[in-house]
Every structure is written in structure tokens, then in C-alpha cells.
């Protein structure tokens, strides 16, 4: 049986290290390798449907810019020497086939395909304009080597993840997104028969309590394919927030019982959300209503002009 990507990728890396280490001697210990940012494979969720594209035994090698830039030509040569096959399996590793996405990459050029920028963040318009999903496919999936340790340095101070006030800014947001769509427009839109309002409103309120439990669990939510199945993995509230998505995506709208139970399973999801909330001293607020907690968790903002932002934004 066939392992999952990113083992097949340790594998392959660690049978391919000797030769590397031959061939680049000075290039290998200021660089990097691993297995990250985009594909199931980083994330651990590739499956046999995975197989049909962009999957296979390869990794990444993470090298300084300029060393990429002024040895590429003999880093090709070493690459070109890996075996074409590995463990049954055609190898990635060949210019035609790394899409991008494995092979030898720039260190810093990596993170800034991502964050755009080729530094961590360093003020909270910086980390705000990130969207959450590339924070995490810059630190997902893991490091195989870094004996330079610049890669790895750059990675964990992304993985310590937003300043709190950025934490509290985007909580806000989501706590007010969640009761607008969810414990207001929903319930409204099935009292009005309008079955195209209400699958936006469960749309809306999903994609921001998908958020929400990311943000409270301090993990930065993948893309939005592979959201609802990693919150699965996270503590309260993430799942329930799975299973209460997958019941709004098997609700029929034009049905009135399947539509109040779609309601309460929200207003039960909002609950534990504001549970989270007071057992973290977010907010103090009784009850439910999202819409109340919102502008009590943006009040505990330190930064002024953060603190100023429209409640409802990032």
C-alpha cells in the first residue's frame, strides 16, 4: 500500500541525501528541505483521488536566493542524478513535473510567493493583509533538514502565530459575520421562503465560523477545501463546527423542518463559541448573541487605530 505524500516525501528525501551532499557540499548546509505550501500532500490529506495530479516522491529545496541564483546550474546537474523513480513511483524532482511546487526553490522568494513580502510580518496592517490560508501553506507539511537554520527560523516565527490584538481583531469580525448571517439572515430568509438567501446566509456563516474555530485554536485555517476537514482535528469548537457544517450542507432550504433544525444547530455551534469566548477572557457576555460579542472582544484591542476599524472587518 501506497503511504501518504508527505512520508514518501521524507523518504525520498533522506535516500536522496547522500548524493546531495556529494554533489553540493557547500550549498546543502545553508539550505533546507521538506515538504510544504500548496497540495493535500502538505497537509496530510492526499488520498488515492490525489494520485491523478501533481503527486508523488519529491521535496522542497529550500536555498538562499543568491546561492539559488549563481549555482543553479550545478544544483540542476545534482538533481538530475537523483534516481527517476522512486519506491514504484516517478519522481517529481524533474523540471517538467515540479510545478512549482517541489524542487529547488529560493528561501526567501518562497515566503514571499505567499506573504508578499520576504519578511515575517512586522506591523498588523502587514499581518492583515495576508489571507489566512497562505499563512498556512507557508507552515504546513514539515522540515526534513535545515542545518543553516534560516528557513526554519523564518517558519517558527509565523507558527507563533498573529499578535494577539490581530488574533482579537479578526475574532471580532468573525463573531459579528456569524451572527449577522447566521443567527439573524437565516432564520429570516426561511420565515420568507427565499431558499437563495438562506444558502448564502449558511455560506456566510460557515466560512466564518470555519475561521473562528482556526482563530481560537491558534492555527491558521487552510484553503477553504480542506477547512472543514482539519477543524475536525482542532479542540472546541472545532467539532462541532464540522458537524454543524456538514448538516447546513445536507440541508434541503425549501423545508421548513430541515431549516429550524439547520437554526438550532447554529444557535447551539454560536453557544460553544461564546463559551470559548468567556473562557479565554475575550469577552464577558451572557448568552449567545454573537452580535453583542463582537464589539466586546474589539474593545480589548490595544492598538488604537486597530481598536478603530470597522468591528465587522479585519
Known sequence: ?????????RRFFEASRPLLMEHLPDIMPRSAAGLAGEGSDCLGFD???SRDHDWGPGFCLWIPDEMLRSHLDRIEDALAALPSDFEGLPSRMAPGRRMGRVGPLPLKGFYRRFLGMDHVPATWREWLSIPEYHLCSCTNGAVFMDAGGEFSAFRNALLAYYPEDVRRKKIAARCMI?????????PRSLQRGDVAAAMLAAARFA????????LLNRRYMPFYKWACRMTETLPAPGPRTATTLRLLARTPWDSREHGEEAVQAIEELCAEVAAELRRQSLCAIDGNWLWEAGPAVQKSVTDPELRRRNVMED
Open 47 to 49: 488520498d488515492a483521488f
Open 178 to 186: 456569524m451572527a449577522q448571517a447566521g443567527q439573524y439572515n437565516l
Open 1 to 9: 500500500m501506497i503511504s501518504d505524500g508527505l512520508s514518501l516525501s
Open 207 to 214: 466560512e466564518a465560523a470555519l475561521s473562528m474555530a482556526f
